[in-house]
């Protein structure tokens, strides 16, 4: 299972918390307190606003704006009093906000991302709402149109389901945006986003079902109770968000030096390092680009990362140091010399124009097209083992440092370490 399944899968687990707490003996129970329920109502306010200022902190205003519009939303379905609606006019809005809240996400998310005070935020704000304003306009003024767009498929079976026909369209098409919208950096976030939809619509499903005022009643401890399980996710989804932003590297997407760091100084007992180089990776940048380039450390780091797990760091440039501790230590040689190996049979396959890097006259590669050539690319590492002489990871990256030299200078290609 990838780390995306994985996680969606546990945002999906805690997702189906408010079911538990409507269909069981115990959650009602729980529910009927009313002192918990009258703390728990302003949780989601506080939580929600929280997430819309850690949004706009790491320059995401999507997920400002987007969590705003959850924000009005809770406030609506816990107080459509204060709107002065009759009972079927709350009914429809209900019925609209479900519809309308899919699209709107998916306006926040296609459009590119903005200063938050500026006109293409101000557009994109617009734009949201925009679904929500059509229906409530065909909803007044056009009620069959209204009618036939919201409810085009099968009727419902009895009171089974209130939810209009259209929504689960428009929930399909942000579940399409989530997919296929390729930024890697706003893609957890959403994936949480769309897992909340199975409490949000459970949420509007059990407000629609709400007509005799002793069920309005019993309807907010369930609307409470959904909007906190909501604001839980996404706040753990923005806080995963904060530590990738910290401790990842950007290019790479493997642990950074900063992450390297804090591990190092929590080494405790026997431990090895291995410090990897990338052979030739200046020459490849000259000859074929730094764009290429790129892609060569990503490539590197994916496999280094599919043989060592979270153990291995981005040290700088087209260096990596791999971490080796408890029973693993003993093969800390062969580990790394196997994953020397397999990636010396890879093909890297390149993938455009050289663009940028040296044009020298002696650069034979300067005027081809090098795009679908396959090159291989090979890496040399020195492992160092703490000892009484080499306690301190200082020591050891020293030493480590000083067989990946080793390793270069006997052509390279190759992994060398001292006595452990």
Not at 61 to 69: A, D, G, N, Y
């Amino acid at each position: 299972m990838s780390e995306k399944a994985k996680w969606a899968a546990i945002y999906l687990l805690l997702g189906g918390v408010p079911l538990f707490f409507k269909f069981l003996p115990m959650g009602s129970e729980i529910l009927s307190q009313t002192g918990i329920i009258d703390f728990l109502r302003y949780a989601p306010y506080a939580g929600l606003f929280l997430i819309a200022i850690l949004g706009w902190k790491i320059n995401q205003t999507r997920i400002f704006w987007s969590t705003f519009l959850l924000l009005f939303f809770y406030h609506y379905l816990l107080h459509p009093e204060m709107f002065h609606l009759t009972e079927p006019m709350r009914i429809q809005t209900f019925q609209i906000v479900s519809a309308s809240y899919p699209l709107s996400l998916c306006v926040i998310y296609l459009l590119k991302e903005s200063r938050i005070w500026s006109d293409w935020s101000l557009t994109r704000v617009l734009l949201a709402s925009l679904p929500f304003v059509l229906l409530l306009c065909l909803f007044g003024w056009a009620n069959d149109l209204y009618q036939k767009l919201l409810f085009w498929g099968p009727p419902s079976l009895g009171q089974l389901s209130r939810i209009p026909n259209l929504c689960w369209v428009t929930t399909g098409l942000f579940l399409l945006v989530v997919t296929y919208l390729p930024e890697p950096k706003i893609k957890p976030y959403m994936i949480a986003l769309m897992t909340t939809f199975l409490p949000f619509l459970f949420c509007i499903q059990t407000s629609l079902l709400s007509n005799a005022p002793d069920s309005k009643a019993s309807v907010i401890p369930n609307i409470v109770i959904v909007f906190v399980t909501i604001t839980v996710i996404l706040l753990f989804a923005l806080l995963r968000m904060y530590v990738q932003k910290v401790y990842l590297d950007p290019l790479t997407a493997i642990f950074n030096r900063q992450a390297l760091d804090e591990r190092l100084h929590n080494l405790s007992g026997d431990f090895a390092l291995a410090m990897v180089d990338i052979d030739h990776f200046k020459k490849f940048n000259d000859t074929y680009g730094h764009g290429e380039g790129d892609n060569v450390l990503r490539m590197v780091a994916q496999h280094l990362q599919e043989h060592l797990g979270d153990n291995v760091y981005r040290y700088g440039g087209e260096e990596f140091c791999g971490i080796f501790e408890g029973s693993i230590i003993d093969s800390a040689v062969e580990k790394m010399d196997k994953i020397r190996s397999t990636l010396e049979k890879r093909k890297f396959v390149l993938r455009g124009k050289r663009a940028g890097g040296y044009s020298g006259i002696n650069n034979p590669f300067k005027k081809n097209d090098s795009r679908g050539k396959k090159v291989h690319i090979t890496i040399s590492a020195g492992v160092a083992f703490s000892s009484k002489k080499a306690r301190t990871y200082e020591e050891v990256i020293k030493r480590a440092d000083h067989f990946l030299y080793e390793a270069k200078e006997k052509g390279r290609n190759r992994v060398i370490s001292g006595e452990k």
